[in-house]
C-alpha cells in the first residue's frame, strides 16, 4: 500500500502569511504515460465533511480561491496558502489515487491562524 | 447542485449489523463511481469501499473485506453499504463520497455528504 506522510503535524501561522504544507508518498504517484501526479489535497473544517481542494497535484477545483496551491511531483508534494484568512483554520490532507484499492490519505495537518 | 445525504447510522452492539444510505442528487449519478469514507471520532479519514457507476466492480478496505458490502441503485440514485459483525473499531462517522471523473475508478473525492455516525457499544 502507498503509505503518505504530512508534515508537519500541526502549525500556526499569522493572518495575512503563508502557510506550507508538505506530503510525501511513499512510492511515486506520478503516471508516466500522462505525465500526471495523481495526488488530492483535503481541507476540513471542524464538524464540516472534508472540500476538495485540488487534484493532479496542482489544478484547483472549480471555486477554490487562488490562494492555495498545489506543486510537487512523483513522491514530495506540497500545498501552499497564501495570504492566510481566518477561514483557512482547518486540518488538511493529502491523498493518493494512483494505485488503487486502497485510496489512502495522509495523517492530516491541523493548521491554525495567530 | 450534489447532494449526497446519508442515512443509517445508530448505535449497534458489537456483532451486530446495519445498513447505511446515501441519496444522491444533482449530477448523473450512474455516470459516476461512488465510494464510502469513514472518520473515527478525533482520527483522519479511512476510504472503506468504492463501486463503479455501473456497479461492475467493488472494491474494500481490508479492514473490512468479507464483512461490508457496498452496492448502488442507478433507478433511484442510491448508494448502501450493509456492515455486518461489527466491531468497536468501525465506529466512526461514515461518508458518502462521490468521484470526481466520470466513469473511472482511480479519481479523486470531489463532494463529501455530511456523514452518519455509527457507534458500535461493546
Redesign the interface.
Known amino acids: 500500500d502507498f503509505v503518505m506522510t504530512q508534515s508537519p503535524d500541526s502549525l500556526a501561522v499569522s493572518l495575512g502569511g503563508r502557510a506550507t504544507i508538505n506530503c510525501k508518498s511513499s512510492q511515486s504517484v506520478l503516471f508516466s504515460s500522462n505525465n500526471k501526479n495523481?495526488l488530492?489535497w483535503?481541507q476540513?473544517k471542524p464538524g464540516q465533511?472534508?472540500?476538495?481542494l485540488i487534484?493532479w497535484a496542482s489544478t484547483r477545483?472549480s471555486g477554490v480561491p487562488d490562494r492555495f496551491s498545489g506543486s510537487g511531483s512523483g513522491t514530495d508534494f506540497t500545498l501552499t496558502i497564501s495570504s492566510l484568512q481566518a477561514e483557512d483554520a482547518a486540518v488538511y490532507?493529502c491523498?493518493q489515487?494512483?494505485s488503487?484499492?486502497?485510496?489512502?490519505?495522509?495523517?492530516?495537518t491541523k493548521l491554525e491562524i495567530k | 447542485e450534489v447532494q449526497l445525504v446519508e442515512s443509517g447510522g445508530v448505535v449497534v452492539q458489537q456483532g451486530g449489523s446495519l445498513r447505511l444510505s446515501c441519496a444522491a442528487s444533482g449530477f448523473i449519478f450512474d455516470d459516476y463511481t461512488m465510494?464510502w469514507v469513514r472518520q473515527a471520532p478525533g482520527k483522519?479519514?479511512?476510504?472503506v469501499s468504492?463501486i463503479t457507476w455501473d456497479g461492475g466492480a467493488t472494491?474494500?478496505?481490508?479492514s473490512v473485506k468479507g464483512r461490508f458490502t457496498i452496492s448502488r441503485d442507478n433507478s433511484k440514485n442510491s448508494l448502501n453499504l450493509q456492515m455486518t459483525s461489527l466491531r468497536t473499531e468501525d465506529t466512526a462517522l461514515y461518508?458518502c463520497v462521490k468521484g470526481?471523473m466520470e466513469m473511472a475508478?482511480?479519481?479523486?473525492?470531489?463532494?463529501?455528504?455530511?456523514?452518519t455516525l455509527v457507534t458500535v457499544s461493546s
Not at chain 1, 465533511?49 to 476538495?52: C, Q
Not at chain 1, 488503487?100 to 492530516?108: C, D, N, S, V
Not at chain 2, 472494491?59 to 481490508?62: F, M
Open positions: 495523481y488530492a483535503y476540513q465533511p472534508p472540500k476538495l487534484y477545483e490532507y491523498q489515487y494512483y488503487i484499492p486502497p485510496y489512502t490519505f495522509g495523517q492530516g | 465510494l483522519g479519514l479511512e476510504w468504492l472494491y474494500y478496505a481490508d461518508y470526481g475508478t482511480i479519481t479523486w473525492f470531489d463532494n463529501w455528504g455530511q456523514g
